[in-house]
């Protein structure tokens, strides 16, 4: 499997902080990476505020290890009448080697809400 060649939403370095006594880190940790990845596409899309409803299908596949760099991707998949379904794979990349591995896959689903915090329309076209 090939890394996407769109330009990630986030890239971080792993650091210490973020792993247990192993080195490796922890998967809550690479999932709110994902989640604040597939939000910034949700509030563009969206043109606004948009809140996280859902978190399906989730898969990690390998571990991320201290110093890797994780580069996320997303796409948005879906639009509802004011909610997104964005798609978002989490990639890693050892410190000194050029080979991307895919490590963590999930799916979100957004909702465009208002000042209120009420559901709003969003655009239908991808």
Known sequence: MTAPTEEPVIRVTAM?????????????????????????IAARHSRGRAVTVA?????????????DEVSVYGRLEKVGHSSMTI???????????????????A???????????KPRPVKQEK
């Open 16 to 40: 210490p902080a973020d792993a247990n006594s192993y080195g490796d880190i922890f998967g809550g940790w690479l999932l709110s990476l994902m989640d604040m990845g597939a939000g910034l």
């Open 55 to 67: 978190m399906d299908g989730v898969q990690f596949h390998l571990p991320v290890r201290i110093g």
């Open 87 to 105: 798609a978002t794979e989490a990639w890693r990349r050892h410190r000194h080697e050029d080979e991307e591995v895919q490590v963590t896959q």
């Open 107 to 117: 799916q979100f689903t957004f909702v465009a809400v208002d000042g209120d915090g």
